[in-house]
Each structure stands twice: as structure tokens, then as C-alpha cells.
């Protein structure tokens, strides 16, 4: 199983990012993928999820802000984040599944939310 983020970067708030999570080595389309997010000195929270039937998952923290979709023919996964905030800030990480307890992450991308 290999995952790759991209796509984080630094942004005022108010502002966007669109990251992307490549994956390979499991049946993408068939598996539910997930972005959490660990902030500096705090736990991985689930931030958002994308079931294969195309039900999805958002934080409270991040409903109306943040979208998640998926793109099964390239086998990757997207979040769309809007009106950012500072408390954003935090390194992405995506997952098949909706356990956060796999050991199957990518190796994150940073976003920070500062002016």
C-alpha cells in the first residue's frame, strides 16, 4: 500500500487548498479513504471520509468548508478546503478505510493557516 499527499502549503485564513492523496497497492475504488489531520501537540482526528458507494463523512469542525471526492480511474482522493481558519493548521494524512488506527498512512502534507 503506497499514499501520497500533496497539495498543503501556507495560506491566509479565509483562503483554500486542494490536496491529493495518490494511492496504490489495494482496490482503491472498492475502499472507503479518509483524511485526518494532527495538529502540533494534539491527537489524529478524522477530518473527513469517502465511502465507495459515495456516502460521506465530515468533522463538525469542517462541515460547509472542506469537500471530499474521489477520482476511482486515477485512484486518488481530494479535499477541497475553503474559508480556511487557523486552527486548520496541522499535517494532512490519508488512509484507506476509516480506522485511524491503520497503519497504512501517506506521509502527510502540511498546511498552516497564518497571515
Known amino acids: 500500500v503506497q499514499l501520497v499527499e500533496s497539495g498543503g502549503g501556507l495560506v491566509q485564513p479565509g483562503g483554500s487548498l486542494r490536496l491529493s492523496c495518490a494511492a496504490s497497492g489495494f482496490d482503491f475504488s472498492s475502499s472507503a479513504m479518509t483524511w485526518a489531520r494532527q495538529a502540533p501537540g494534539k491527537g489524529l482526528e478524522r477530518v473527513s471520509s469517502?465511502?465507495?458507494?459515495?456516502?460521506?463523512y465530515y468533522a463538525d469542525s469542517v462541515k460547509g468548508r472542506f469537500t471530499i471526492s474521489r477520482d476511482n480511474a486515477k485512484n486518488t482522493v481530494y479535499l477541497q478546503m475553503n474559508n480556511l481558519k487557523p486552527e486548520d493548521t496541522a499535517v494532512y494524512r490519508c488512509a484507506p478505510g476509516v480506522n485511524l488506527s491503520t497503519r497504512y498512512w501517506g506521509q502527510g502534507t502540511q498546511v498552516t493557516v497564518s497571515s
Open positions: 469517502m465511502y465507495s458507494n459515495g456516502n460521506r
